[in-house]
């Protein structure tokens, strides 16, 4: 069954300091990728996505993500954090057959000190 | 005007009471989904309809029900709240097109539900 770590419940991180989150995920075999993010009182945007090629996919805000298959990892990094960048951030997976089930991870909150 | 608008925003309700979250989206998108957020387990999907006169069961529908009474529109269910459905309730779309199998989500601003 699909299932997804984010082992970080939350971070706090000084503004104009890089930030990596990280993300484990269990699969059979390659899933759909996501990062979303979700500030108060809003709902989730998507942030990226990884579905094949490259693993190193580029999303909005200046953020990242690598795929690394041998991790089962896709860890979220930006080089330099704005406060505006504080929010919660969720991994998720989706099967690539049925198409149907996304699931997500337990969500990161993100602080950001000035 | 938001591609995917949730009313009520924010509700209070007792035990017992039928409560109904509404959900409308311009985006032209054929599947539609409820999930459930509570604090330190992410989104939990509720139901998932991939057309018109199609409904199908997420791994929480216990308690729920859903109506898919046009293609922009998704409703939610609770037959008799009870405390522990208090969450946040987020409505989400996806198309058909070339990505379809990768399921890229458009989500809602949430229903805020609190029962008493």
């Known amino acids: 069954a699909q299932s997804v770590t984010q082992p970080d419940i939350h971070i706090t991180v000084s503004e104009g300091a890089s930030l990596e989150l990280r993300c484990n995920y269990s699969y059979g075999a390659t899933p759909y990728l996501f990062w979303y993010v979700q500030s108060p009182g809003q709902g989730l945007q998507l942030l990226l996505k990884?579905?094949?090629?490259?693993?190193l996919v580029q999303g909005i805000k200046g953020f990242e993500a690598e795929f690394k298959r041998s991790q089962s990892s896709f860890n979220l990094r930006k080089p330099s954090v704005h406060w505006s960048d504080a929010a919660e951030y969720f991994c998720?997976?989706?099967?690539?057959?049925?198409?149907?089930?996304?699931?997500f991870g337990a969500g990161t909150r993100l602080f950001v000190k000035a | 005007d938001a591609d995917v608008t949730q009313t009520p925003r924010n509700r209070i309700t007792k035990t017992g009471k039928r409560i109904m979250l509404e959900c409308s989206q311009t985006?032209?998108?054929?599947?539609m989904y409820w999930y459930r957020q509570d604090p330190g387990l992410g989104l939990r999907l509720i139901y998932y309809s991939f057309d018109v006169k199609d409904i199908n069961k997420g791994e929480i529908s216990d308690g729920y029900s859903v109506s898919r009474q046009a293609q922009a529109k998704f409703s939610l269910s609770l037959e008799s709240a009870i405390p522990n459905q208090t969450a946040l309730y987020f409505c989400?779309?996806?198309?058909?097109?070339?990505?379809?199998?990768?399921?890229?989500?458009?989500f809602g601003a949430g229903s805020r539900l609190t029962v008493l």
């Open positions: 989400a779309t996806s198309d058909l097109g070339p990505e379809s199998g990768a399921n890229v989500l458009t």
């Open positions: 985006k032209g998108h054929d599947r």
């Open positions: 998720a997976v989706g099967a690539r057959t049925g198409g149907f089930k996304t699931i």
């Open positions: 990884y579905f094949s090629g490259d693993t």
